[in-house]
Structure formats: C-alpha cells, structure tokens
C-alpha cells in the first residue's frame, strides 16, 4: 500500500512497525501492534494523549498509554483468569487496510480476523475494524462484527490516557450523579455526589452515556472525551502504591495522567447476533 506524504511508516524496533503523522492539524503515531494510537497532538498544542516513558514496544505486548483496545473482554477475562487482561486486540498485529489524508488530516482503518491463535482464546468468528481520525479531534472507531451462527457477548473498552499537568488539581465533570462500580479494594456501587476530584486511587466504571470533560488548570486547557456506542465510561488513576506496582510506569507518572474510557462493562455489555455488529467511538478534543 503506498501511503499519503502525511504518513510514514518505520519500525520502532525491528519488527514492530509504527506511522508517524506529520499533517498540518496534528503529530501523532500510530502502531500496528493492537492498533495502538500512541501519540496525538493537535497543531500548536502539547501532547493530548499520555505515553509512559518505560512504555514497552515489543509484538505481543500491550503498550502503557495512548488508547489500548480493550476487547473482546474489558479487564479480567469473566471465567479464566489465566487468559490475557483486557482481552486479545491490544497484544495482536493489526492489518492496515486504509490510509488516506484530505485537509481535515488523517484518517486510518486497521481490521483484525479470527484466526487459528485467537479461537484458543476466544472460540467465535469475528471482524474487527478500527478507524482512526487524526486532526484538531482525535476519533476512534471499533466495530465488531459477528461472522460466526451463534451470538456471542463482548466487553469492551477504548482505555484512552490523558496527559494533565497535576492531578490533583484536575476536575473531572459530566458524570454527577451518577452511579458507578467502585472497584478499588470491594468492588461496591455507590453513587457520585458532585465533579470528580483525585486525592487517592481511582478506578471506577460509571453507568453513563454522555461526554465528558477535563479541566485541567495546571496546563491551561480543557479537554472533552464524546463517545457513542458506549454505555460504561471509566475513569481510572493508578496513585501512589499501584504505579509503584507497574513496572512500564515511573513511580511519580499518576501526577502526570488519568484515563477516561469509552466502554461497555457490567450491565452495559453487548450481545451481537449472526452477521449483526455493534461500534463504540470514542472523540478527544481540546
């Protein structure tokens, strides 16, 4: 495939290819290992997006930052604990199919198909497709379809970490009240009073379908999360002790990012019929 000017396509590493977006509306990069948008930056504007330095860009291996696709299973496989968290799409290569450019910047499409490898991990037929927009917004599209005769039930997650300046001064607004699963320590429901403020670990999975923002005093910007698709969104610091606990995060890295994530966990889970399909998107804009 010959590839637009905008785009060029290297290897971070041999054997693990990577384009770089250099258009007149943005930077970002973008790896083939699970579709991984890694890096986004409008024009004139700081890094969006939040790559761990100690991020790990091997084949296989999910990437620490960016926007991992959590699928076909959001966090922990729902009866083995043995299979892979967040599911098979972060750790596997992806086809590139599309790749083209037009003023309003860039736009990508990746697909991934059952193979003999994910039917040991997840016994169904299925299509996946990613299409990625990159410009002054950033938008990220999966769709899944079911290519098998049954019905199959998916989670699903578009993990997108944010960069901010201190976190402990960010506001997060949208999701008053609301109830949420509060999965730090006994998973509980319980039910938000007010914006979200950060003094402590967070990981929560609020029954929501609207947009979000990010207000972010340190560095003087705020950014709006939209999605469509989506009836779960996440919001999720690691703190003090779990970044201690993550060896592809720098210990002080929970001051510099916080995940809002487009999903559909718990009750929000989708069961998509024969030759049916079910998208989740996800828009970041400053």
Same mark, same amino acid.
């Given at each position: 495939?010959?590839?637009?000017?905008?785009?060029?396509?290297?290897?971070?590493?041999?054997?693990?290819?990577?384009?770089?977006?250099?258009h007149?509306?943005?930077?970002?990069?973008?790896?083939?290992?699970?579709?991984?948008?890694?890096?986004?930056?409008?024009?004139?504007?700081?890094?969006?997006?939040?790559?761990?330095?100690?991020?790990?860009?091997?084949?296989?291996?999910?990437?620490?930052?960016?926007?991992?696709?959590?699928?076909?299973?959001?966090?922990?496989?729902?009866s083995?604990?043995t299979?892979?968290?967040?599911?098979?799409?972060?750790?596997?290569?992806? =086809?590139?199919?599309?790749? %083209?450019?037009?003023?309003?910047g860039? *736009?990508?499409?990746?697909? !991934?198909?059952?193979? &003999?490898?994910?039917?040991?991990?997840?016994?169904?037929?299925?299509?996946?497709?990613?299409?990625?927009?990159?410009?002054?917004?950033?938008?990220?599209?999966?769709?899944?379809?079911?290519?098998?005769?049954?019905?199959?039930?998916?989670?699903?997650?578009?993990?997108?970490y944010?960069?901010?300046?201190?976190?402990?001064?960010?506001?997060v607004k949208?999701?008053?009240?609301?109830?949420?699963?509060?999965?730090?320590?006994?998973?509980?429901?319980r039910?938000?009073?007010?914006?979200?403020?950060?003094?402590?670990?967070?990981?929560?999975?609020?029954?929501?379908?609207?947009?979000?923002?990010?207000?972010?005093?340190?560095?003087?910007?705020?950014?709006?999360?939209?999605?469509?698709?989506?009836? =779960?969104?996440?919001?999720? %610091?690691p703190?003090?002790?779990?970044? *201690?606990?993550?060896?592809? !995060?720098?210990?002080? &890295?929970?001051?510099?990012f916080?995940?809002?994530?487009?999903?559909?966990?718990?009750?929000?889970?989708?069961?998509i019929?024969?030759?049916?399909?079910?998208?989740?998107?996800?828009?970041?804009?400053?």
């Open positions: 495939m010959s590839l637009p000017s905008s785009i060029t396509l290297t290897e971070a590493i041999p054997g693990y290819p990577v384009l770089t977006i250099h007149t509306t943005c930077l970002a990069r973008v790896a083939l290992n699970g579709a991984h948008v890694m890096e986004w930056a409008p024009a004139g504007q700081s890094p969006v997006l939040y790559l761990s330095p100690q991020a790990v860009l091997e084949p296989g291996k999910p990437i620490r930052g960016g926007i991992p696709i959590c699928w076909p299973w959001f966090n922990a496989h729902p083995d604990a299979k892979p968290m967040h599911g098979i799409a972060r750790n596997r290569p992806w =086809t590139l199919k599309k790749a %083209n450019e037009s003023e309003a860039v *736009k990508l499409m990746f697909v !991934l198909c059952n193979d &003999a490898e994910t039917h040991e991990l997840w016994p169904h037929g299925f299509e996946a497709q990613v299409t990625i927009l990159l410009g002054q917004k950033l938008e990220v599209s999966l769709e899944t379809i079911n290519k098998s005769d049954s019905s199959f039930v998916i989670t699903e997650a578009l993990h997108t944010l960069t901010v300046g201190d976190i402990s001064k960010i506001t949208g999701l008053a009240d609301t109830d949420y699963l509060d999965t730090v320590g006994e998973r509980m429901m039910h938000q009073t007010g914006d979200i403020t950060f003094d402590r670990e967070v990981d929560r999975q609020y029954a929501s379908t609207g947009a979000v923002t990010v207000e972010d005093p340190a560095l003087g910007r705020i950014i709006t999360v939209e999605k469509e698709g989506s009836g =779960t969104t996440v919001v999720w %610091n703190w003090i002790e779990k970044s *201690k606990r993550l060896a592809d !995060l720098p210990d002080e &890295a929970y001051h510099q916080l995940c809002i994530e487009a999903a559909n966990a718990g009750d929000s889970a989708v069961t019929g024969p030759g049916a399909s079910h998208v989740i998107r996800t828009v970041v804009h400053l």
